[in-house]
């Protein structure tokens, strides 16, 4: 197998994983984009809200999960949680607007990387603006506030999904099983 193809098997496995445990509890499916990523509540053509990731990638996906593990109830009910996105080109302060609400995703994202067995890179995500970006100091924000998930507790739909990914990426465990263990932690720990 190629590694273009073990990406893409690796890919229809997160998908299924978190499928399997949010689909029914959350109404929300995760879904291969074509194009730049994007939320999409429910509406009358679709019963499940959907996290769509950009272009098939396996990162994409982990990045944009981040974003919905976070996001409160009243937020999951508007296209792209009601934040309106700012795209390359950023002067300095809409830079640093952009990197203080993306330090907690990215802090999530990393810790479910890394329960993949992959290495995580934070996204500054402006590469045409004019804004100084100090990719070490963002990485560096993006490290305290895992570190601090790790002591006080990720939210609750991230570590269920944690644990999944941890069972399927690192016990050898199908996506099945990974996210029937996983829906039955989250079962017994949300509100």
Known sequence: MTSQQQEQCQVEQLMALFN?????????RLVRG???????PADDAHAHHRIVFAHGYFA???????????????RR????????????????????????AE?????????LTQACGRHFNVSVDNLEGSAEVDRDAFAARVEARRQRYLVEGLPVRAEAFR????ALFSEGQSPEQAGRC???????HRH
């Not at 074509?34 to 999409?40: G, K, M, Q, T």
């Not at 009910?77 to 203080?100: C, I, N, V």
């Not at 996983?182 to 017994?188: E, I, K, P, R, S």
């Open 163 to 166: 644990q999944a990914l941890l």
């Open 77 to 100: 009910l508007l296209e792209d949680y009601g934040y309106w996105y700012m795209p390359d080109g950023r002067d300095d302060s809409a830079q640093e607007a952009f990197e203080t």
């Open 182 to 188: 996983a829906g039955d932690w989250l079962d017994q």
């Open 34 to 40: 074509d194009d730049e990523p994007i939320y999409l």
């Open 60 to 74: 994409s996906a982990l990045h944009e999960i981040s974003h919905w593990c976070i996001a409160g109830a009243q």
């Open 20 to 28: 399997h445990v949010f689909s029914s509890r959350y109404q929300t």
């Open 103 to 111: 330090i907690a995703p990215q802090a999530i994202e990393k810790v």
